[in-house]
């Protein structure tokens, strides 16, 4: 059975379509009255405000143009609105090891923003799994006099300034693609990834050499007590960028967008005509590839 699989962030997901995002195989409401208008009827005869994550995926991400071009027999949705490269991996590992054999399966890897690093941390008396992100605007808005907020946006503003370097986890995070990418095609798959959305993977494209110097700090720290540091060198940013399967599908950012076409105001995520262009732009940079056995 020929598999595709995208995951990613809400770039994949498609749930800026819709209000809320939950449990799969639900019903939620489109996200404005021009939505409903556009899609209200979705694939039923009564126009209705709601469609089905099914719906969602095979009619308004990319995932389902893609894998209608590529005649694929499945297709699954791995996006989630608000997730980090932590996430995205976690449930690639999940899915690898129960299904164990990957052959016929093609995976393509929208990769999302650096800084949705996951934290768990202490909200209170309750242990909280967040991103940094959202972390980070907890802090904007106790900063600016929200008193619930105030005390946990102090704790928040020591663990950033003091805990957190961007350019330490963008290293580790370019660690992470590749050991995933080469974990899923060792059972047999075939792994694409873009940063189309990623400032980071856009930065590393534009300057391999920005990272040497955290590089360099790695590799003094794990000299300390190694006695195979000749075997055991860091791999450079460049090494790693070759190494991963990028493509990239170049688009304009801010056309064909909900906000462009009038579809949700101030949301630049893609419209389902924008996912269409992106699914079929990154079928021509892979159709030529032996995608499947």
């Not at 639900?26 to 469609?51: C, H, I, Q, W």
């Not at 370097?165 to 590749?178: A, R």
């Not at 399967?245 to 056309?255: A, G, L, M, T, V």
Request: some cysteine.
């Amino acid at each position: 059975m020929k598999t595709l699989i995208g995951v990613g962030c809400s770039h994949t997901q498609g749930c800026a379509s819709i209000l809320g995002v939950g449990t799969e195989h639900k019903e939620y409401k489109l996200a404005s009255e021009p939505l409903k208008l556009k899609y209200g009827l979705a694939n039923k005869s009564v126009r209705t405000d709601k469609v089905s994550t099914e719906w969602i995926t095979e009619n308004f991400s990319w995932i389902g143009e893609l894998g209608n071009l590529l005649k694929v027999d499945k297709k699954l949705n791995f996006g989630s609105g608000g997730a980090g490269i932590d996430h995205c991996i976690r449930i690639l590992r999940n899915y690898a090891f129960r299904k164990k054999d990957l052959f016929n399966h093609l995976i393509i890897f929208q990769v999302p923003s650096f800084d949705r690093r996951e934290v768990f941390w202490k909200n209170g008396l309750k242990w909280t799994l967040e991103t940094l992100g959202n972390l980070l605007s907890q802090l904007n808005f106790g900063l600016r006099g929200d008193a619930h907020l105030k005390k946990n946006s102090e704790r928040i503003k020591i663990f950033y300034e003091f805990f957190h370097n961007e350019d330490f986890y963008v290293v580790k995070y370019m660690y992470e693609l590749y050991f995933i990418q080469d974990y899923l095609e060792k059972f047999g798959a075939k792994v694409f990834l873009f940063g189309n959305f990623s400032p980071e993977v856009l930065n590393i494209q534009n300057n391999l050499n920005y990272y040497d110097d955290i590089i360099e700090m790695f590799q003094k720290y794990q000299n300390i007590n190694n006695w195979s540091s000749d075997v055991t060198k860091m791999i450079s940013m460049k090494e790693l960028y070759n190494n991963i399967n990028f493509i990239n599908p170049i688009f304009e950012k801010n056309k064909y967008t909900l906000d462009s076409e009038g579809l949700v105001r101030d949301d630049n995520h893609l419209s389902g005509y924008g996912n269409k262009r992106l699914a079929n732009l990154i079928y021509g940079l892979i159709k030529n590839e032996k995608l499947f056995k």
